[in-house]
């Protein structure tokens, strides 16, 4: 069984230990989740399982027709491809699969990544963290990015960094450990935070 699955984050809360020492731990809603495609070297040119999550009202005729083909009757919302390193993992799955928290156990190390919280228009300040420029003796330069060329060539580089659109960047933290698993609900608890907003989409897999 491969050892990933797709969730949605609900809220920050803490659990006690046998200490009584508090841990702050993010609250998961993870799966049920279904196997809706094996990709495979030979077909597709590369190793990987995709799986679908979360229930919608409403798909277009191909999507309702590729899950239709894996045998789900469920319209799923969100399908995320996962890689497998081992080709022992892709013959114990099968289209139609379920995936459920039960994959994981207390104590296992995690990888998260989810879409990060938008910011909006921010300045190079907020957004990349310049110093500000002299605040007295007539300096009218306190929040400009600075210099953003030079004589050649005549124009801006790609990759200056300026002010823009904050946030909605997919970002992945690692090495997140599971606090509880409780399958009756669905529900992950994992030590400290994790990218995006409340009900955001979450990829987590083991390592």
Not at 113 to 140: M, Q
Not at 171 to 177: C, D, H
Not at 182 to 199: C, D, E, R, S, Y
């Amino acid at each position: 069984m491969i050892k990933a699955i797709l969730g949605k984050k609900l809220k920050m809360s803490q659990v006690f230990d046998e200490k009584g020492k508090p841990i702050p731990v993010t609250v998961v809603e993870a799966g049920p989740c279904y196997v809706t495609a094996i990709k495979t070297k030979e077909k597709d040119g590369y190793e990987a399982v995709q799986i679908g999550y979360g229930k919608t009202k409403k798909l277009t005729k191909p999507e309702e027709s590729h899950l239709k083909k894996a045998g789900i009757k469920e319209k799923l919302k969100n399908l995320r491809e996962f890689r497998v390193k081992d080709s022992g993992t892709l013959k114990s799955l099968k289209p139609g699969d379920k995936i459920d928290v039960s994959i994981f156990k207390e104590g296992d190390k995690v990888t998260i990544s989810g879409i990060s919280k938008g910011k909006g228009f921010a300045g190079v300040i907020k957004r990349w963290g310049f110093a500000r420029g002299p605040e007295t003796h007539g300096s009218d330069h306190h929040r400009h990015p600075g210099s953003i060329g030079s004589m050649f060539p005549q124009r801006v580089l790609p990759g200056k960094k300026m002010p823009g659109r904050m946030g909605v960047e997919k970002i992945t933290v690692k090495g997140l450990q599971i606090v509880k698993v409780l399958p009756g609900t669905n529900i992950l608890m994992i030590k400290g935070a994790v990218p995006g907003p409340k009900k955001g989409l979450l990829e987590i897999r083991a390592g």
